[in-house]
């Protein structure tokens, strides 16, 4: 289990995490998220000791983790695919680690395997993909065996077989009790695999609960209505308070009315309905929603 409380980092004038405060739990894979510059990296960094906090603590199961000898028995972690010495084979690198944490060298083949590079392990990882070192850098966090296990943006590189390995993969660790925490910017990828979220914005927490509760909390509550008579409908919704604007799938999606008041209101004016179907809002829409004044550097409009 982590713990983190009243977390803060300041580097000079400049607030990155701001007295966060949460609880990433095992059996079950928790979701981090934030726009960019939120301070996830750093809250990992401050997690694992590579960063020392300005002010609250951090705890892997009840303990600082800096203070842990043969750290890989405890957390595994992949903060930096690329943070690797490129001359290096795969299996002298997590033989190198192995026997620095006092872990069997067996370990090191068990862990190709399961990665799926079995067949490269002599093979110098300067010379690797960027998804094979995705891979390694799991490989890695899974070398010692850890209840813990934190992964930063596991997806860069990966094609779609790996996305869907490394998908049942965090379930498998999380089936196993393990506590799997994953920062990552795909809102997609964290609908189809985490079961709870941390969501945090310019360093300060947004929401810490589960995925559907997350989701929930989107105001903007979608109808998809067809109908053959779009103008006359926009018109009579418009006139409600309600809005609707083409979906591109030759629907109308309506927003700021119920789906039973839209289908009162076409009836009253005899306008034919093909669909009525209300839609909560995403994951993606709700994250955009709630972050959106937490966003360091948003977009401009094109000029």
Known sequence: MIEVNELTKRYGSTTAVNRLTFTVRPGRVTGFLGPN???KSTTLR???GLNEPTGG?????????????????????????????????????LSALARSNAIPLSRVDEVLREVGLADAGRRR??????????????????????PVLLFDEPLNG???EGVLWVRGLFRRLAAQGRTVFVS???????????????VIGRGELIAAQSLAEFAGRGNRLTVTVRTPEEA???AVLAAEGGSAEPDGAGALAVTGLSAARIGELALRRRIVLHELAP???????????LTADRVDYPAGEAR
């Open 37 to 39: 510059g939120a301070g």
């Open 46 to 48: 401050m997690i694992l």
């Open 57 to 93: 603590t951090a705890t892997v199961d009840g303990h600082s983790f800096r203070g842990r000898p043969r750290g890989l028995r405890h957390v595994g972690a992949l903060l930096d695919a690329h943070d690797v010495h490129g001359g290096r084979s795969a299996r002298a690198h």
């Open 125 to 146: 990882i300067g010379g690797f993909s960027l998804g094979m070192k995705q891979r390694l850098g799991i490989a890695t966090a899974l070398l010692g065996d850890p």
């Open 158 to 160: 990966l094609d779609p």
């Open 184 to 198: 990552s910017h795909l809102m997609s990828e964290m609908e189809n695999t985490a079961d709870e979220l941390v």
């Open 232 to 234: 006359a409908l926009a």
């Open 279 to 289: 839609r909560a809002a995403s994951l993606e829409e709700a994250f955009m929603e």
